[in-house]
């Protein structure tokens, strides 16, 4: 059987990640509560560079990171509505969404997006 947390790489781009990338997706699937993560392109349409976990396979995977970005986006406008447009510099650093049942992270970067899912109740 397939390792979950094994890191899958999108057939159609080939995306060379950063040696501090690399340590920190090791890192961040080390940890019990991490259910997966996914390491998003920033382009239209919204591309998987990158995933772990099995909550992020096929289609499934495909709506996480279409929701992502559209959450991204979504944040970043309001923030553009409320500051009348004077926020230069002012980009979303990171945000953490939680539900009853996990909690996804996501950290936008300006090449990446980069989300993990965990189960708060696993310690």
């Known amino acids: 059987m ?13 995306h060379v990640t950063p040696p501090e990338l690399e340590q920190t997706l090791t890192l961040l699937t080390s940890h019990r509560s991490v259910l997966g993560y996914m ?3 920033r382009g ?4 998987i560079i990158r995933h772990s976990g099995v909550v992020f396979e096929g289609e499934q995977g ?3 990171a279409s929701a992502i970005a559209r959450i ?6 309001g923030l553009e509505e ?3 447009g004077h926020h230069e510099g002012d ?7 939680r539900t009853k049942r996990h909690e996804i992270m996501i950290s936008p970067d300006e ?6 899912l965990h189960d708060p109740a696993t310690t």
């Open 2 to 14: 397939a390792d979950p947390h094994a890191p899958s790489t999108s057939a159609s781009q080939t």
């Open 39 to 41: 390491l998003l392109s």
């Open 44 to 47: 239209q349409p919204v591309t």
């Open 62 to 64: 495909k709506k996480y």
């Open 72 to 77: 991204v986006q979504s944040v970043q406008t």
């Open 82 to 84: 409320v500051s009348g």
């Open 91 to 97: 980009d979303i650093r990171f945000m953490r969404i």
């Open 111 to 116: 090449r990446y997006l980069l989300a993990v």
